[in-house]
């Protein structure tokens, strides 16, 4: 049996994509962003550090930019909206709330908290929608 290296060349390029691919998109796992996007909706997310590549700069963010931080009082990722900026005591925070919420998330967010930014072409959320069921299907949620 012979190996075609350019075949194997070619599935490894292939599998790398889906990786580098794959760590992009965020499958959403509530209602607080509807009608933005939905539960089981997958969005395309550009990281503030993948692999030492600063995609985007968490403290360009600005008011109606949809971010993915790590919040306090959640143990998981938050896909919210800022909706504010302000400066306490020479350090900016960011006011996020989620678009069907309330109220905003309960507490100020450091640049440095947020992880990654939900991409937009035009005004529009880059989004797959329903996509992300089976994942939340096979992690039980």
Do not use: C
Request: net charge negative; glycine share 8%.
């Amino acid at each position: 049996m012979e190996i075609d290296f350019k075949e194997v060349a070619s599935y490894i390029v292939i599998l790398v994509i889906v990786l580098i691919a794959a760590q992009h998109l965020n499958v959403v796992v509530s209602g607080s962003m509807e009608p933005a996007f939905y539960r089981g909706d997958i969005v395309l997310v550009e990281k503030a550090d993948f692999l030492g590549i600063h995609e985007f700069d968490p403290k360009d963010v600005k008011v109606g930019d949809v971010v993915v931080y790590d919040a306090a009082w959640y143990n998981q990722p938050v896909i919210h909206r800022v909706i504010n900026i302000v400066d306490i005591n020479g350090t900016t925070m960011y006011v996020i709330k989620g678009d069907n919420n309330g109220s905003p998330d309960p507490y100020y967010v450091k640049a440095d908290q947020i992880t990654e930014k939900v991409v937009t072409f035009g005004d529009n959320l880059v989004i797959i929608p329903k996509v992300g069921y089976l994942s939340l299907w096979l992690r039980g949620l």
